[in-house]
C-alpha cells in the first residue's frame, strides 16, 4: 500500500516540549488536530487551530480527566486496517473516523516518584492509562498511524511530510513504533518496581522482576578485547538513568575503552570516599587502587600515593578531590599517565597537560550515585544487589583487644578501612600517616596478599614498623594476622566474624596490637 496521508492527528501530551510550533507547523499542512485538557489549551492560548477531543467520542472529559479517551471512536479510528474492507465498512456504520498521526507522552511518574515527599496518592495519580493504550493502539497499526512520543522526532515528522505530500515513510512509521513499545515496557516496570516495594513496606527491596531499558550512548572500537565487538549503553531503571555523560566530561585524548570506563568508575569510586575532606590522591591500574594519600597539598598528596608503587603508576588512572593546581599538574606531568580525572582544572593546568596527546583528561560534574541498585553479570543470568555503599563509622567499631587504638592509629584505620573495600579480594592494604604503604589484591589467600603487600613495600623502601592493616573479610586463621605483625603493624581493622575470631584475638594481643571489628566485609570480585 502506499505511504497514507496524514489528516487527524489526536495530540496529548505532559511534557509540551515543542508542542506548540509543531501542531502549528501541523496545521499549516491541513491536518485536523484533536486534543485534551491542559494540551488543547496550551494550543489554543497560541493560537493553534484545534478541538476538543469531546468532539470525536460525544461524550466530555469525566472523573478528573481520568477517562477521556478510552473511547472505540477513538482506538477504532487507530486500530482500523485501512486494507480491510470489512474493518473500513464497520467504520463508517459506527461514525468512526480515521485518526492518522498520535503525540502522546505520559504522565511523569518517574519524576513524581523520585519526590523527596512523593505520596502513595501523588505516584497513584501520575499512573497514565489512556496515554499507553492510544500509543499502544498507534503503535499496532503502525501500517498506517504514525506515533510520536519523543518530541526529539517531531522535526524528522515534518520533514517527511513535507516531502511526501503529508505522509510518513513506512520505515519511519516502524522504528517510531518499536520506540513506543520500549517506552510503555520501561514505564510499566517503573510502576511495578514502585508498587512492589509499596507492598512490601521496604523501599530497598529488589523487586520479583525489573524492567532494565539500555540506550546505546556510546560506540566502541571493541569491548574488553579487540575481538570482542561492544556499545557503551546508557542505563534506565527504577532508580532513573544513568550515562557516561551525567557524570563525566572527555576533555581531552582520544576515545574511551571499556577498560578506560572501568578504571575510571573505579578511580571515581576510591576519591568520593573523601569528597569533602583533605587533598586527595588516587592512582588506580587495572581497576585496583595502587596509590592513595591525602595531604596539606594535592601535589604532596600525589608524590605520596606514587610512592607506594613507583611502577604501576605509568599508564595509570589519577583521581583528584578537588580542582587540579599547576603544581600537582606539574608533578603528575613528569610521568605518562592514561586518564587524568578531576572535578576542575585551574587556569593553564589543561594546556599544559594536553600537551600530551594521548592522555585522557576527564572532568568529574558531580558525585556518583551511593543509593541505588547495580548489576552483574554470568553467563545465566543477572545479579541485582545494592550498592556497596554502606559507612563504617568510628562508633560503630568493635574494639576486641586488650589494647585500644591510638588517635592516630585510629585515623589511618578509618583511612584504610576507606580505600580496602576497592581493591579485589583478597585484599590486605598497609597504611600509615594516611598513605597506602602496601598493596596486595586478588589472591587466593589472604597471606598471600599479605606477603605481596610487604614485598611491593619492600620494593619502594617504605617501612611497615607502626602501620595499621586492613582486610576485607575476616582471617580465617591467625597466620595472616601474624604475617602482618611480623612486618610491624601496630593496629589492625577488619570485619570479625570467623569461627576463630578468639584465635586471632587472643594473636593480636599476644603481640601488642589493637584491633577493631567493623562487622561489615567488602568482598569485591
Known amino acids: 500500500m502506499s505511504d497514507p496521508v496524514i489528516k487527524r492527528a489526536l495530540v496529548s501530551v505532559s511534557d509540551k516540549t515543542g508542542i506548540v510550533d509543531f501542531c502549528r507547523e501541523l496545521s499549516l499542512l491541513g491536518v485536523e488536530i484533536f486534543s485534551t485538557g491542559g494540551t488543547l489549551k496550551s494550543l489554543q492560548d497560541a493560537g493553534v487551530s484545534a478541538a476538543s477531543i469531546s468532539n470525536i467520542t460525544g461524550f466530555p472529559e469525566i472523573m478528573d480527566g481520568r477517562v477521556k479517551t478510552l473511547h472505540p471512536k477513538i482506538h477504532g479510528g487507530l486500530l482500523a486496517v485501512r486494507e480491510n474492507a470489512d474493518h473500513v465498512k464497520q467504520a463508517v456504520e459506527n461514525g468512526i473516523g480515521f485518526i492518522d498521526l498520535v503525540v502522546v507522552n505520559l ?21 497514565d492509562i489512556g496515554g499507553p493504550s492510544m500509543l499502544r493502539s498507534a503503535a499496532k497499526n503502525n501500517e498506517s498511524v504514525t506515533v510520536v512520543t519523543d518530541s526529539a522526532d517531531y522535526a524528522l515528522v515534518l520533514k517527511e511530510m513535507k516531502e511526501n505530500s503529508g505522509a510518513t515513510k513506512r520505515a519511519t512509521r ?8 520500549a517506552e510503555t515496557s520501561r514505564y510499566d516496570g517503573a510502576i511495578a518496581a514502585y508498587l512492589t516495594k509499596a507492598s512490601a513496606g521496604e ?31 546508557k542505563l534506565t531503571d527504577s532508580n532513573g538513568s544513568r550515562s557516561f555523560g551525567d557524570f563525566f566530561e572527555k576533555l581531552h585524548g582520544k576515545e574511551l575503552s571499556y577498560n578506560n570506563m572501568l578504571d575510571i ?38 608524590r605520596r600515593a606514587f610512592s607506594t608503587d613507583e611502577q604501576a603508576p ?14 600537582a599538574a606539574i608533578a603528575v606531568n613528569e610521568i605518562f599517565t592514561e586518564i587524568l580525572i578531576a572535578p576542575a582544572f585551574e587556569e593553564g593546568v589543561l594546556e599544559l597537560l594536553m600537551k600530551k596527546k594521548d592522555r585522557r583528561l576527564v572532568l568529574q ?20 544487589q545494592e550498592r556497596d555503599s554502606k559507612i563504617v563509622a568510628k562508633e560503630d567499631l568493635t574494639v576486641v583487644t586488650k589494647r585500644q587504638p591510638t588517635e592516630e592509629e585510629l585515623s589511618d584505620l578509618m583511612f584504610a578501612w576507606k580505600i580496602c573495600k576497592h581493591i579485589k579480594s583478597n585484599t590486605i592494604l598497609y597504611v600509615k600517616n594516611r598513605q597506602t604503604y602496601g598493596v596486595g589484591a586478588g589472591q587466593m589467600s589472604r597471606v598471600d596478599s599479605s606477603k605481596i603487600a610487604r614485598w611491593k613495600a619492600s620494593e619502594v623502601n617504605l617501612d611497615l614498623k607502626g602501620s595499621v592493616v586492613a582486610s576485607d573479610a575476616f582471617f580465617p586463621f591467625a597466620d595472616g594476622l601474624l604475617a602482618a605483625a611480623e612486618a610491624g603493624v601496630t593496629a589492625v581493622i577488619q570485619p570479625g566474624g570467623s ?9 593480636a594481643d599476644a603481640n601488642n596490637l589493637a584491633m577493631v571489628f567493623t562487622g561489615m566485609r567488602h568482598f569485591k570480585h
Open 265 to 302: 568508575a573505579a578511580a571515581t569510586g576510591v576519591i568520593e570516599e573523601f569528597r569533602g575532606e583533605d587533598p586527595s590522591v588516587v592512582i588506580v591500574k587495572h581497576t585496583n587502587p595502587c596509590g592513595v594519600a591525602q595531604a596539606p597539598t594535592l601535589a604532596e598528596a600525589y
Open 174 to 181: 516502524l522504528r517510531l513504533a518499536t520506540k513506543v513499545f
Open 203 to 233: 523501599q530497598s527491596a529488589a523487586a520479583s522482576s525489573m524492567t532494565v531499558k539500555l540506550e546505546r550512548e556510546l560506540d566502541m572500537r571493541y569491548g574488553e578485547n579487540p575481538h570482542q565487538s561492544a556499545g557503551f549503553y
Open 365 to 384: 560534574k558531580k558525585a556518583l550515585p551511593n543509593g541505588g541498585w547495580e548489576f552483574k553479570s554470568t553467563p545465566f543470568g543477572m545479579l541485582v
Open 107 to 127: 504522565y511523569p511518574f518517574e519524576a513524581t516518584i523520585a519526590k523527596p515527599d512523593v505520596t502513595f496518592e501523588d505516584a497513584i495519580e501520575n499512573i
Open 314 to 327: 605509568f599508564g595509570g588512572i589519577i583521581a583528584f578531590n578537588r580542582p587540579l593546581d599547576m603544581e
Open 499 to 507: 569461627i576463630r575470631d578468639n584465635e586471632v584475638i587472643e594473636a
